[in-house]
């Protein structure tokens, strides 16, 4: 039977992709390791390829959206988890979210049933709906409003780890950090040297709008990058703050820039600013 694969390296993809029969039809599936929804479709993507036959002309693979920034960049994917269906280099369709029904009528519409296809015991989609972030009253401590990084700049607030204190001091610190800037930007590595596709595409549509923007390396701190995932109830990086708020990752800046397109304006460096008196 088929199996789901990993795929380890972008030079090992390249090389399956040019040495694949032009009739292959490739699954390929986006993915984190944090992200729930995710281990929700590995189980599905798992279950339907046990379906069909090791030899058939199908073949499902698994690739880290983050560790394998340059792919999931040139599948323009934004969210995770995110699926291609893909033959002869063309893209057929994309699914988004871990709907089983969804996924496995997109792979049946290419492929065919497999053998089983009636019998898999595939699950449910799994729901999980972001809550609002958690409302503090923290103050900054400095003023950064007309803060925008270079690409030499260092990160806005300093990085330690300390290991210690309580959860109420490490949310008075995180309640801190959100309100360092209009926009802050926690990120996985610097604005000059991103450390995941998402953190670049982010900082990207930032640099294209003009924000001024404040930011932290998650990596750099592991109370930090732990903590605000708690603090946020949002389990995945980058996430943006505008006014000390939550927006969300990458595909929900994506939406709130679609519904608004002046949705950055009022955070724009080109924006002049109030005139004392």
Not at 61 to 81: F, K
Request: net charge negative; aromatic share 8%.
């Amino acid at each position: 039977m088929a199996t789901l694969k990993e795929v380890d390296s972008e030079a090992g993809f390249d090389q399956m992709i040019q040495n694949a029969s032009p009739s292959t039809l490739f699954v390929l599936y986006f993915h984190t390791p944090w992200a729930a929804p995710c281990a929700q479709m590995n189980t599905i993507l798992s279950t339907l390829a046990s379906t069909y036959p090791a030899d058939s002309d199908i073949s499902f693979l698994s690739i880290n959206a983050e560790e394998l920034a340059d792919i999931s960049e040139s599948y323009d994917v934004t969210a995770v988890p995110f699926l291609v269906l893909q033959k002869g280099g063309k893209t057929l369709e994309t699914v988004s979210g871990s709907d089983a029904t969804k996924v496995r009528a997109a792979v049946e519409k290419y492929a065919g049933a497999g053998s089983g296809a009636g019998k898999t015991g595939i699950p449910p989609p799994l729901q999980a709906t972001p809550q609002e972030p958690a409302q503090t009253n923290g103050n900054a401590t400095k003023d950064l409003s007309s803060y925008a990084p270079k690409e030499s700049d260092p990160q806005t607030a300093p990085a330690y780890s300390s290991g210690q204190g309580s959860r109420e001091e490490l949310d008075e610190r995180l309640a801190k950090l959100v309100k360092a800037a209009p926009v802050m930007l926690f990120m996985k590595g610097t604005p000059s040297a991103p450390q995941c596709g998402f953190s670049r595409q982010l900082v990207s549509i930032l640099r294209e709008n003009q924000v001024k923007y404040g930011f932290f390396n998650i990596l750099a701190d592991n109370d930090v990058r732990e903590g605000l995932k708690v603090f946020s109830d949002w389990p995945t990086f980058p996430q943006l703050y505008t006014n000390g708020e939550l927006v969300g990752g990458l595909d929900i800046v994506r939406e709130e820039m679609e519904a608004d397109p002046e949705f950055f304006k009022p955070f724009s460096a080109a924006q002049p600013s109030a005139a004392s008196t």
